[in-house]
């Protein structure tokens, strides 16, 4: 079975400043990988998604990005932060043979 | 592109009692339907799933039933127990769209 690494699990940015959250995949070859952004006591948003490296398709518009520079490595980006982008950041993943996503533990991003 | 409804967005019930939660697609392509339960903080974790080519499946106190004709499936907890509290989220399509989430609140 796949395992999911997510880090880091708790950060607190200023307004303007930059993010990096990185995820990376074990387990599983060429996998589908996804982004989802949950803001306090909502739902799940979908992010980004890839189904291999260099492929990145965008759900939502945003001053967010994300990138595959490996098979198993995803990686959220922005170069400069807002209060919006407060929330639990999930990395997930899924078997390019398969439809079941699995998420890793999350990331709780507060922007001040 | 998808769009998964989902209600309600609250449910209390007693210790015991069945829960039902509902959940709605627009795109006929979809053929693959999760559940997802999610404790306070933690991330969300899969419960149980239904392909297109099923109409309904069982795990123990769990079943999910799929009615493709009307696009829509349901979310099935017999003998709730407190630990069942959580929100759930069902999805819909290859690339998952989620709904926006039922809290249960089972009271003993």
């Known amino acids: 079975s796949q395992t999911i690494h997510q880090w880091p699990a708790t950060l607190v940015q200023p307004v303007g400043s930059p993010l990096s959250l990185e995820c990376t995949v074990e387990g599983t070859s060429n996998p589908n990988l996804y982004w989802y952004r949950q803001a306090a006591g909502r739902g799940l948003q979908l992010l980004f998604y890839s189904v291999g490296i260099g492929q ?44 079941t996503i699995y998420f890793g533990e999350g990331s709780w991003l507060t922007v001040v | 592109g998808e769009n998964v409804e989902q209600h309600p967005s609250t449910l209390s019930v007693q210790e015991g009692d069945s829960a039902v939660i509902k959940c709605t697609y627009s795109d006929s392509a979809s053929n693959y339907f999760p559940w997802y339960k999610q404790e306070l903080g933690k991330r969300p974790q899969l419960i149980i799933d239904i392909r297109s080519n099923v109409g309904e499946k069982k795990d123990q106190r769990i079943a999910v039933t799929l009615n493709k004709t009307a ?11 407190p630990e069942d509290s959580a929100v759930y989220f069902c999805a819909a399509r290859g690339v998952l769209i989620f709904g926006a989430g039922t809290r249960l609140a089972v009271h003993p």
């Not at chain 1, 198993?72 to 922005?78: E, G, P, T």
């Not at chain 1, 407060?86 to 993943?93: H, P």
């Not at chain 2, 696009?71 to 099935?76: I, R």
């Open chain 2, 71 to 81: 696009k829509h499936f349901s979310l099935h907890i017999t003998e709730t127990q």
């Open chain 1, 56 to 99: 990145i398709s965008s759900e939502v518009p945003q001053n967010l990005s994300a990138s595959r520079p490996q098979d198993r490595q995803f990686i959220l980006s922005s170069k400069k932060l807002l209060l919006s982008d407060s929330g639990f950041y999930l990395c997930a993943s899924s078997p390019a043979t398969g439809n």
